[in-house]
Nanobody, 121 residues
Framework: QVQLVESGGGLVQAGDSLRLSCAAS?????MAWFRQAPGKEREFVAT????????RYQDSVKGRFTISRDNAKNTVYLQMISLKPEDTAVYYC?????????????????WGQGTQVTVSS
């Protein structure tokens, strides 16, 4: 069983930047970020394959968010710039031992507890 621990969330103003980190206790191939805003369903944000050659993003974050990973540290990052109030959500890290860089939450076996990101206007 792989454990995932997110960090880096916080309260920022619109236009600010944040970097989220997710440390895994073991190897996972595909890693991803999802988010869930109050009253809404969990949604896909970004995913990355083991080599980093494949990345996918939700349309609303393209150009503002960048997913990356450091396999030596079993850590995935989400760099977020130009944050908007609509980015406010709990952000979850997810991982799986398949390497398909899927965008559906059902494709991921391992999940973190989440980290809150709040963007004020």
């Amino acid at each position: 069983q792989v454990q995932l621990v997110e960090s880096g969330g916080g309260l920022v103003q619109a236009g600010d930047s944040l970097r989220l980190s997710c440390a895994a206790s073991g190897r996972t191939n595909t890693m991803a970020w999802f988010r869930q805003a109050p009253g809404k369903e969990r949604e896909f944000v970004a995913t990355i394959s083991w080599s980093g050659a494949i990345t996918r993003y939700q349309d609303s974050v393209k150009g503002r968010f960048t997913i990356s990973r450091d396999n030596a540290k079993n850590t995935v990052y989400l760099q977020m710039i130009s944050l908007k109030p609509e980015d406010t959500a709990v952000y979850y890290c997810a991982g799986d031992r398949t390497n398909v860089a899927a965008t559906e939450s059902r494709s991921y076996t391992y999940w973190g507890q989440g980290t809150q990101v709040t963007v004020s206007s």
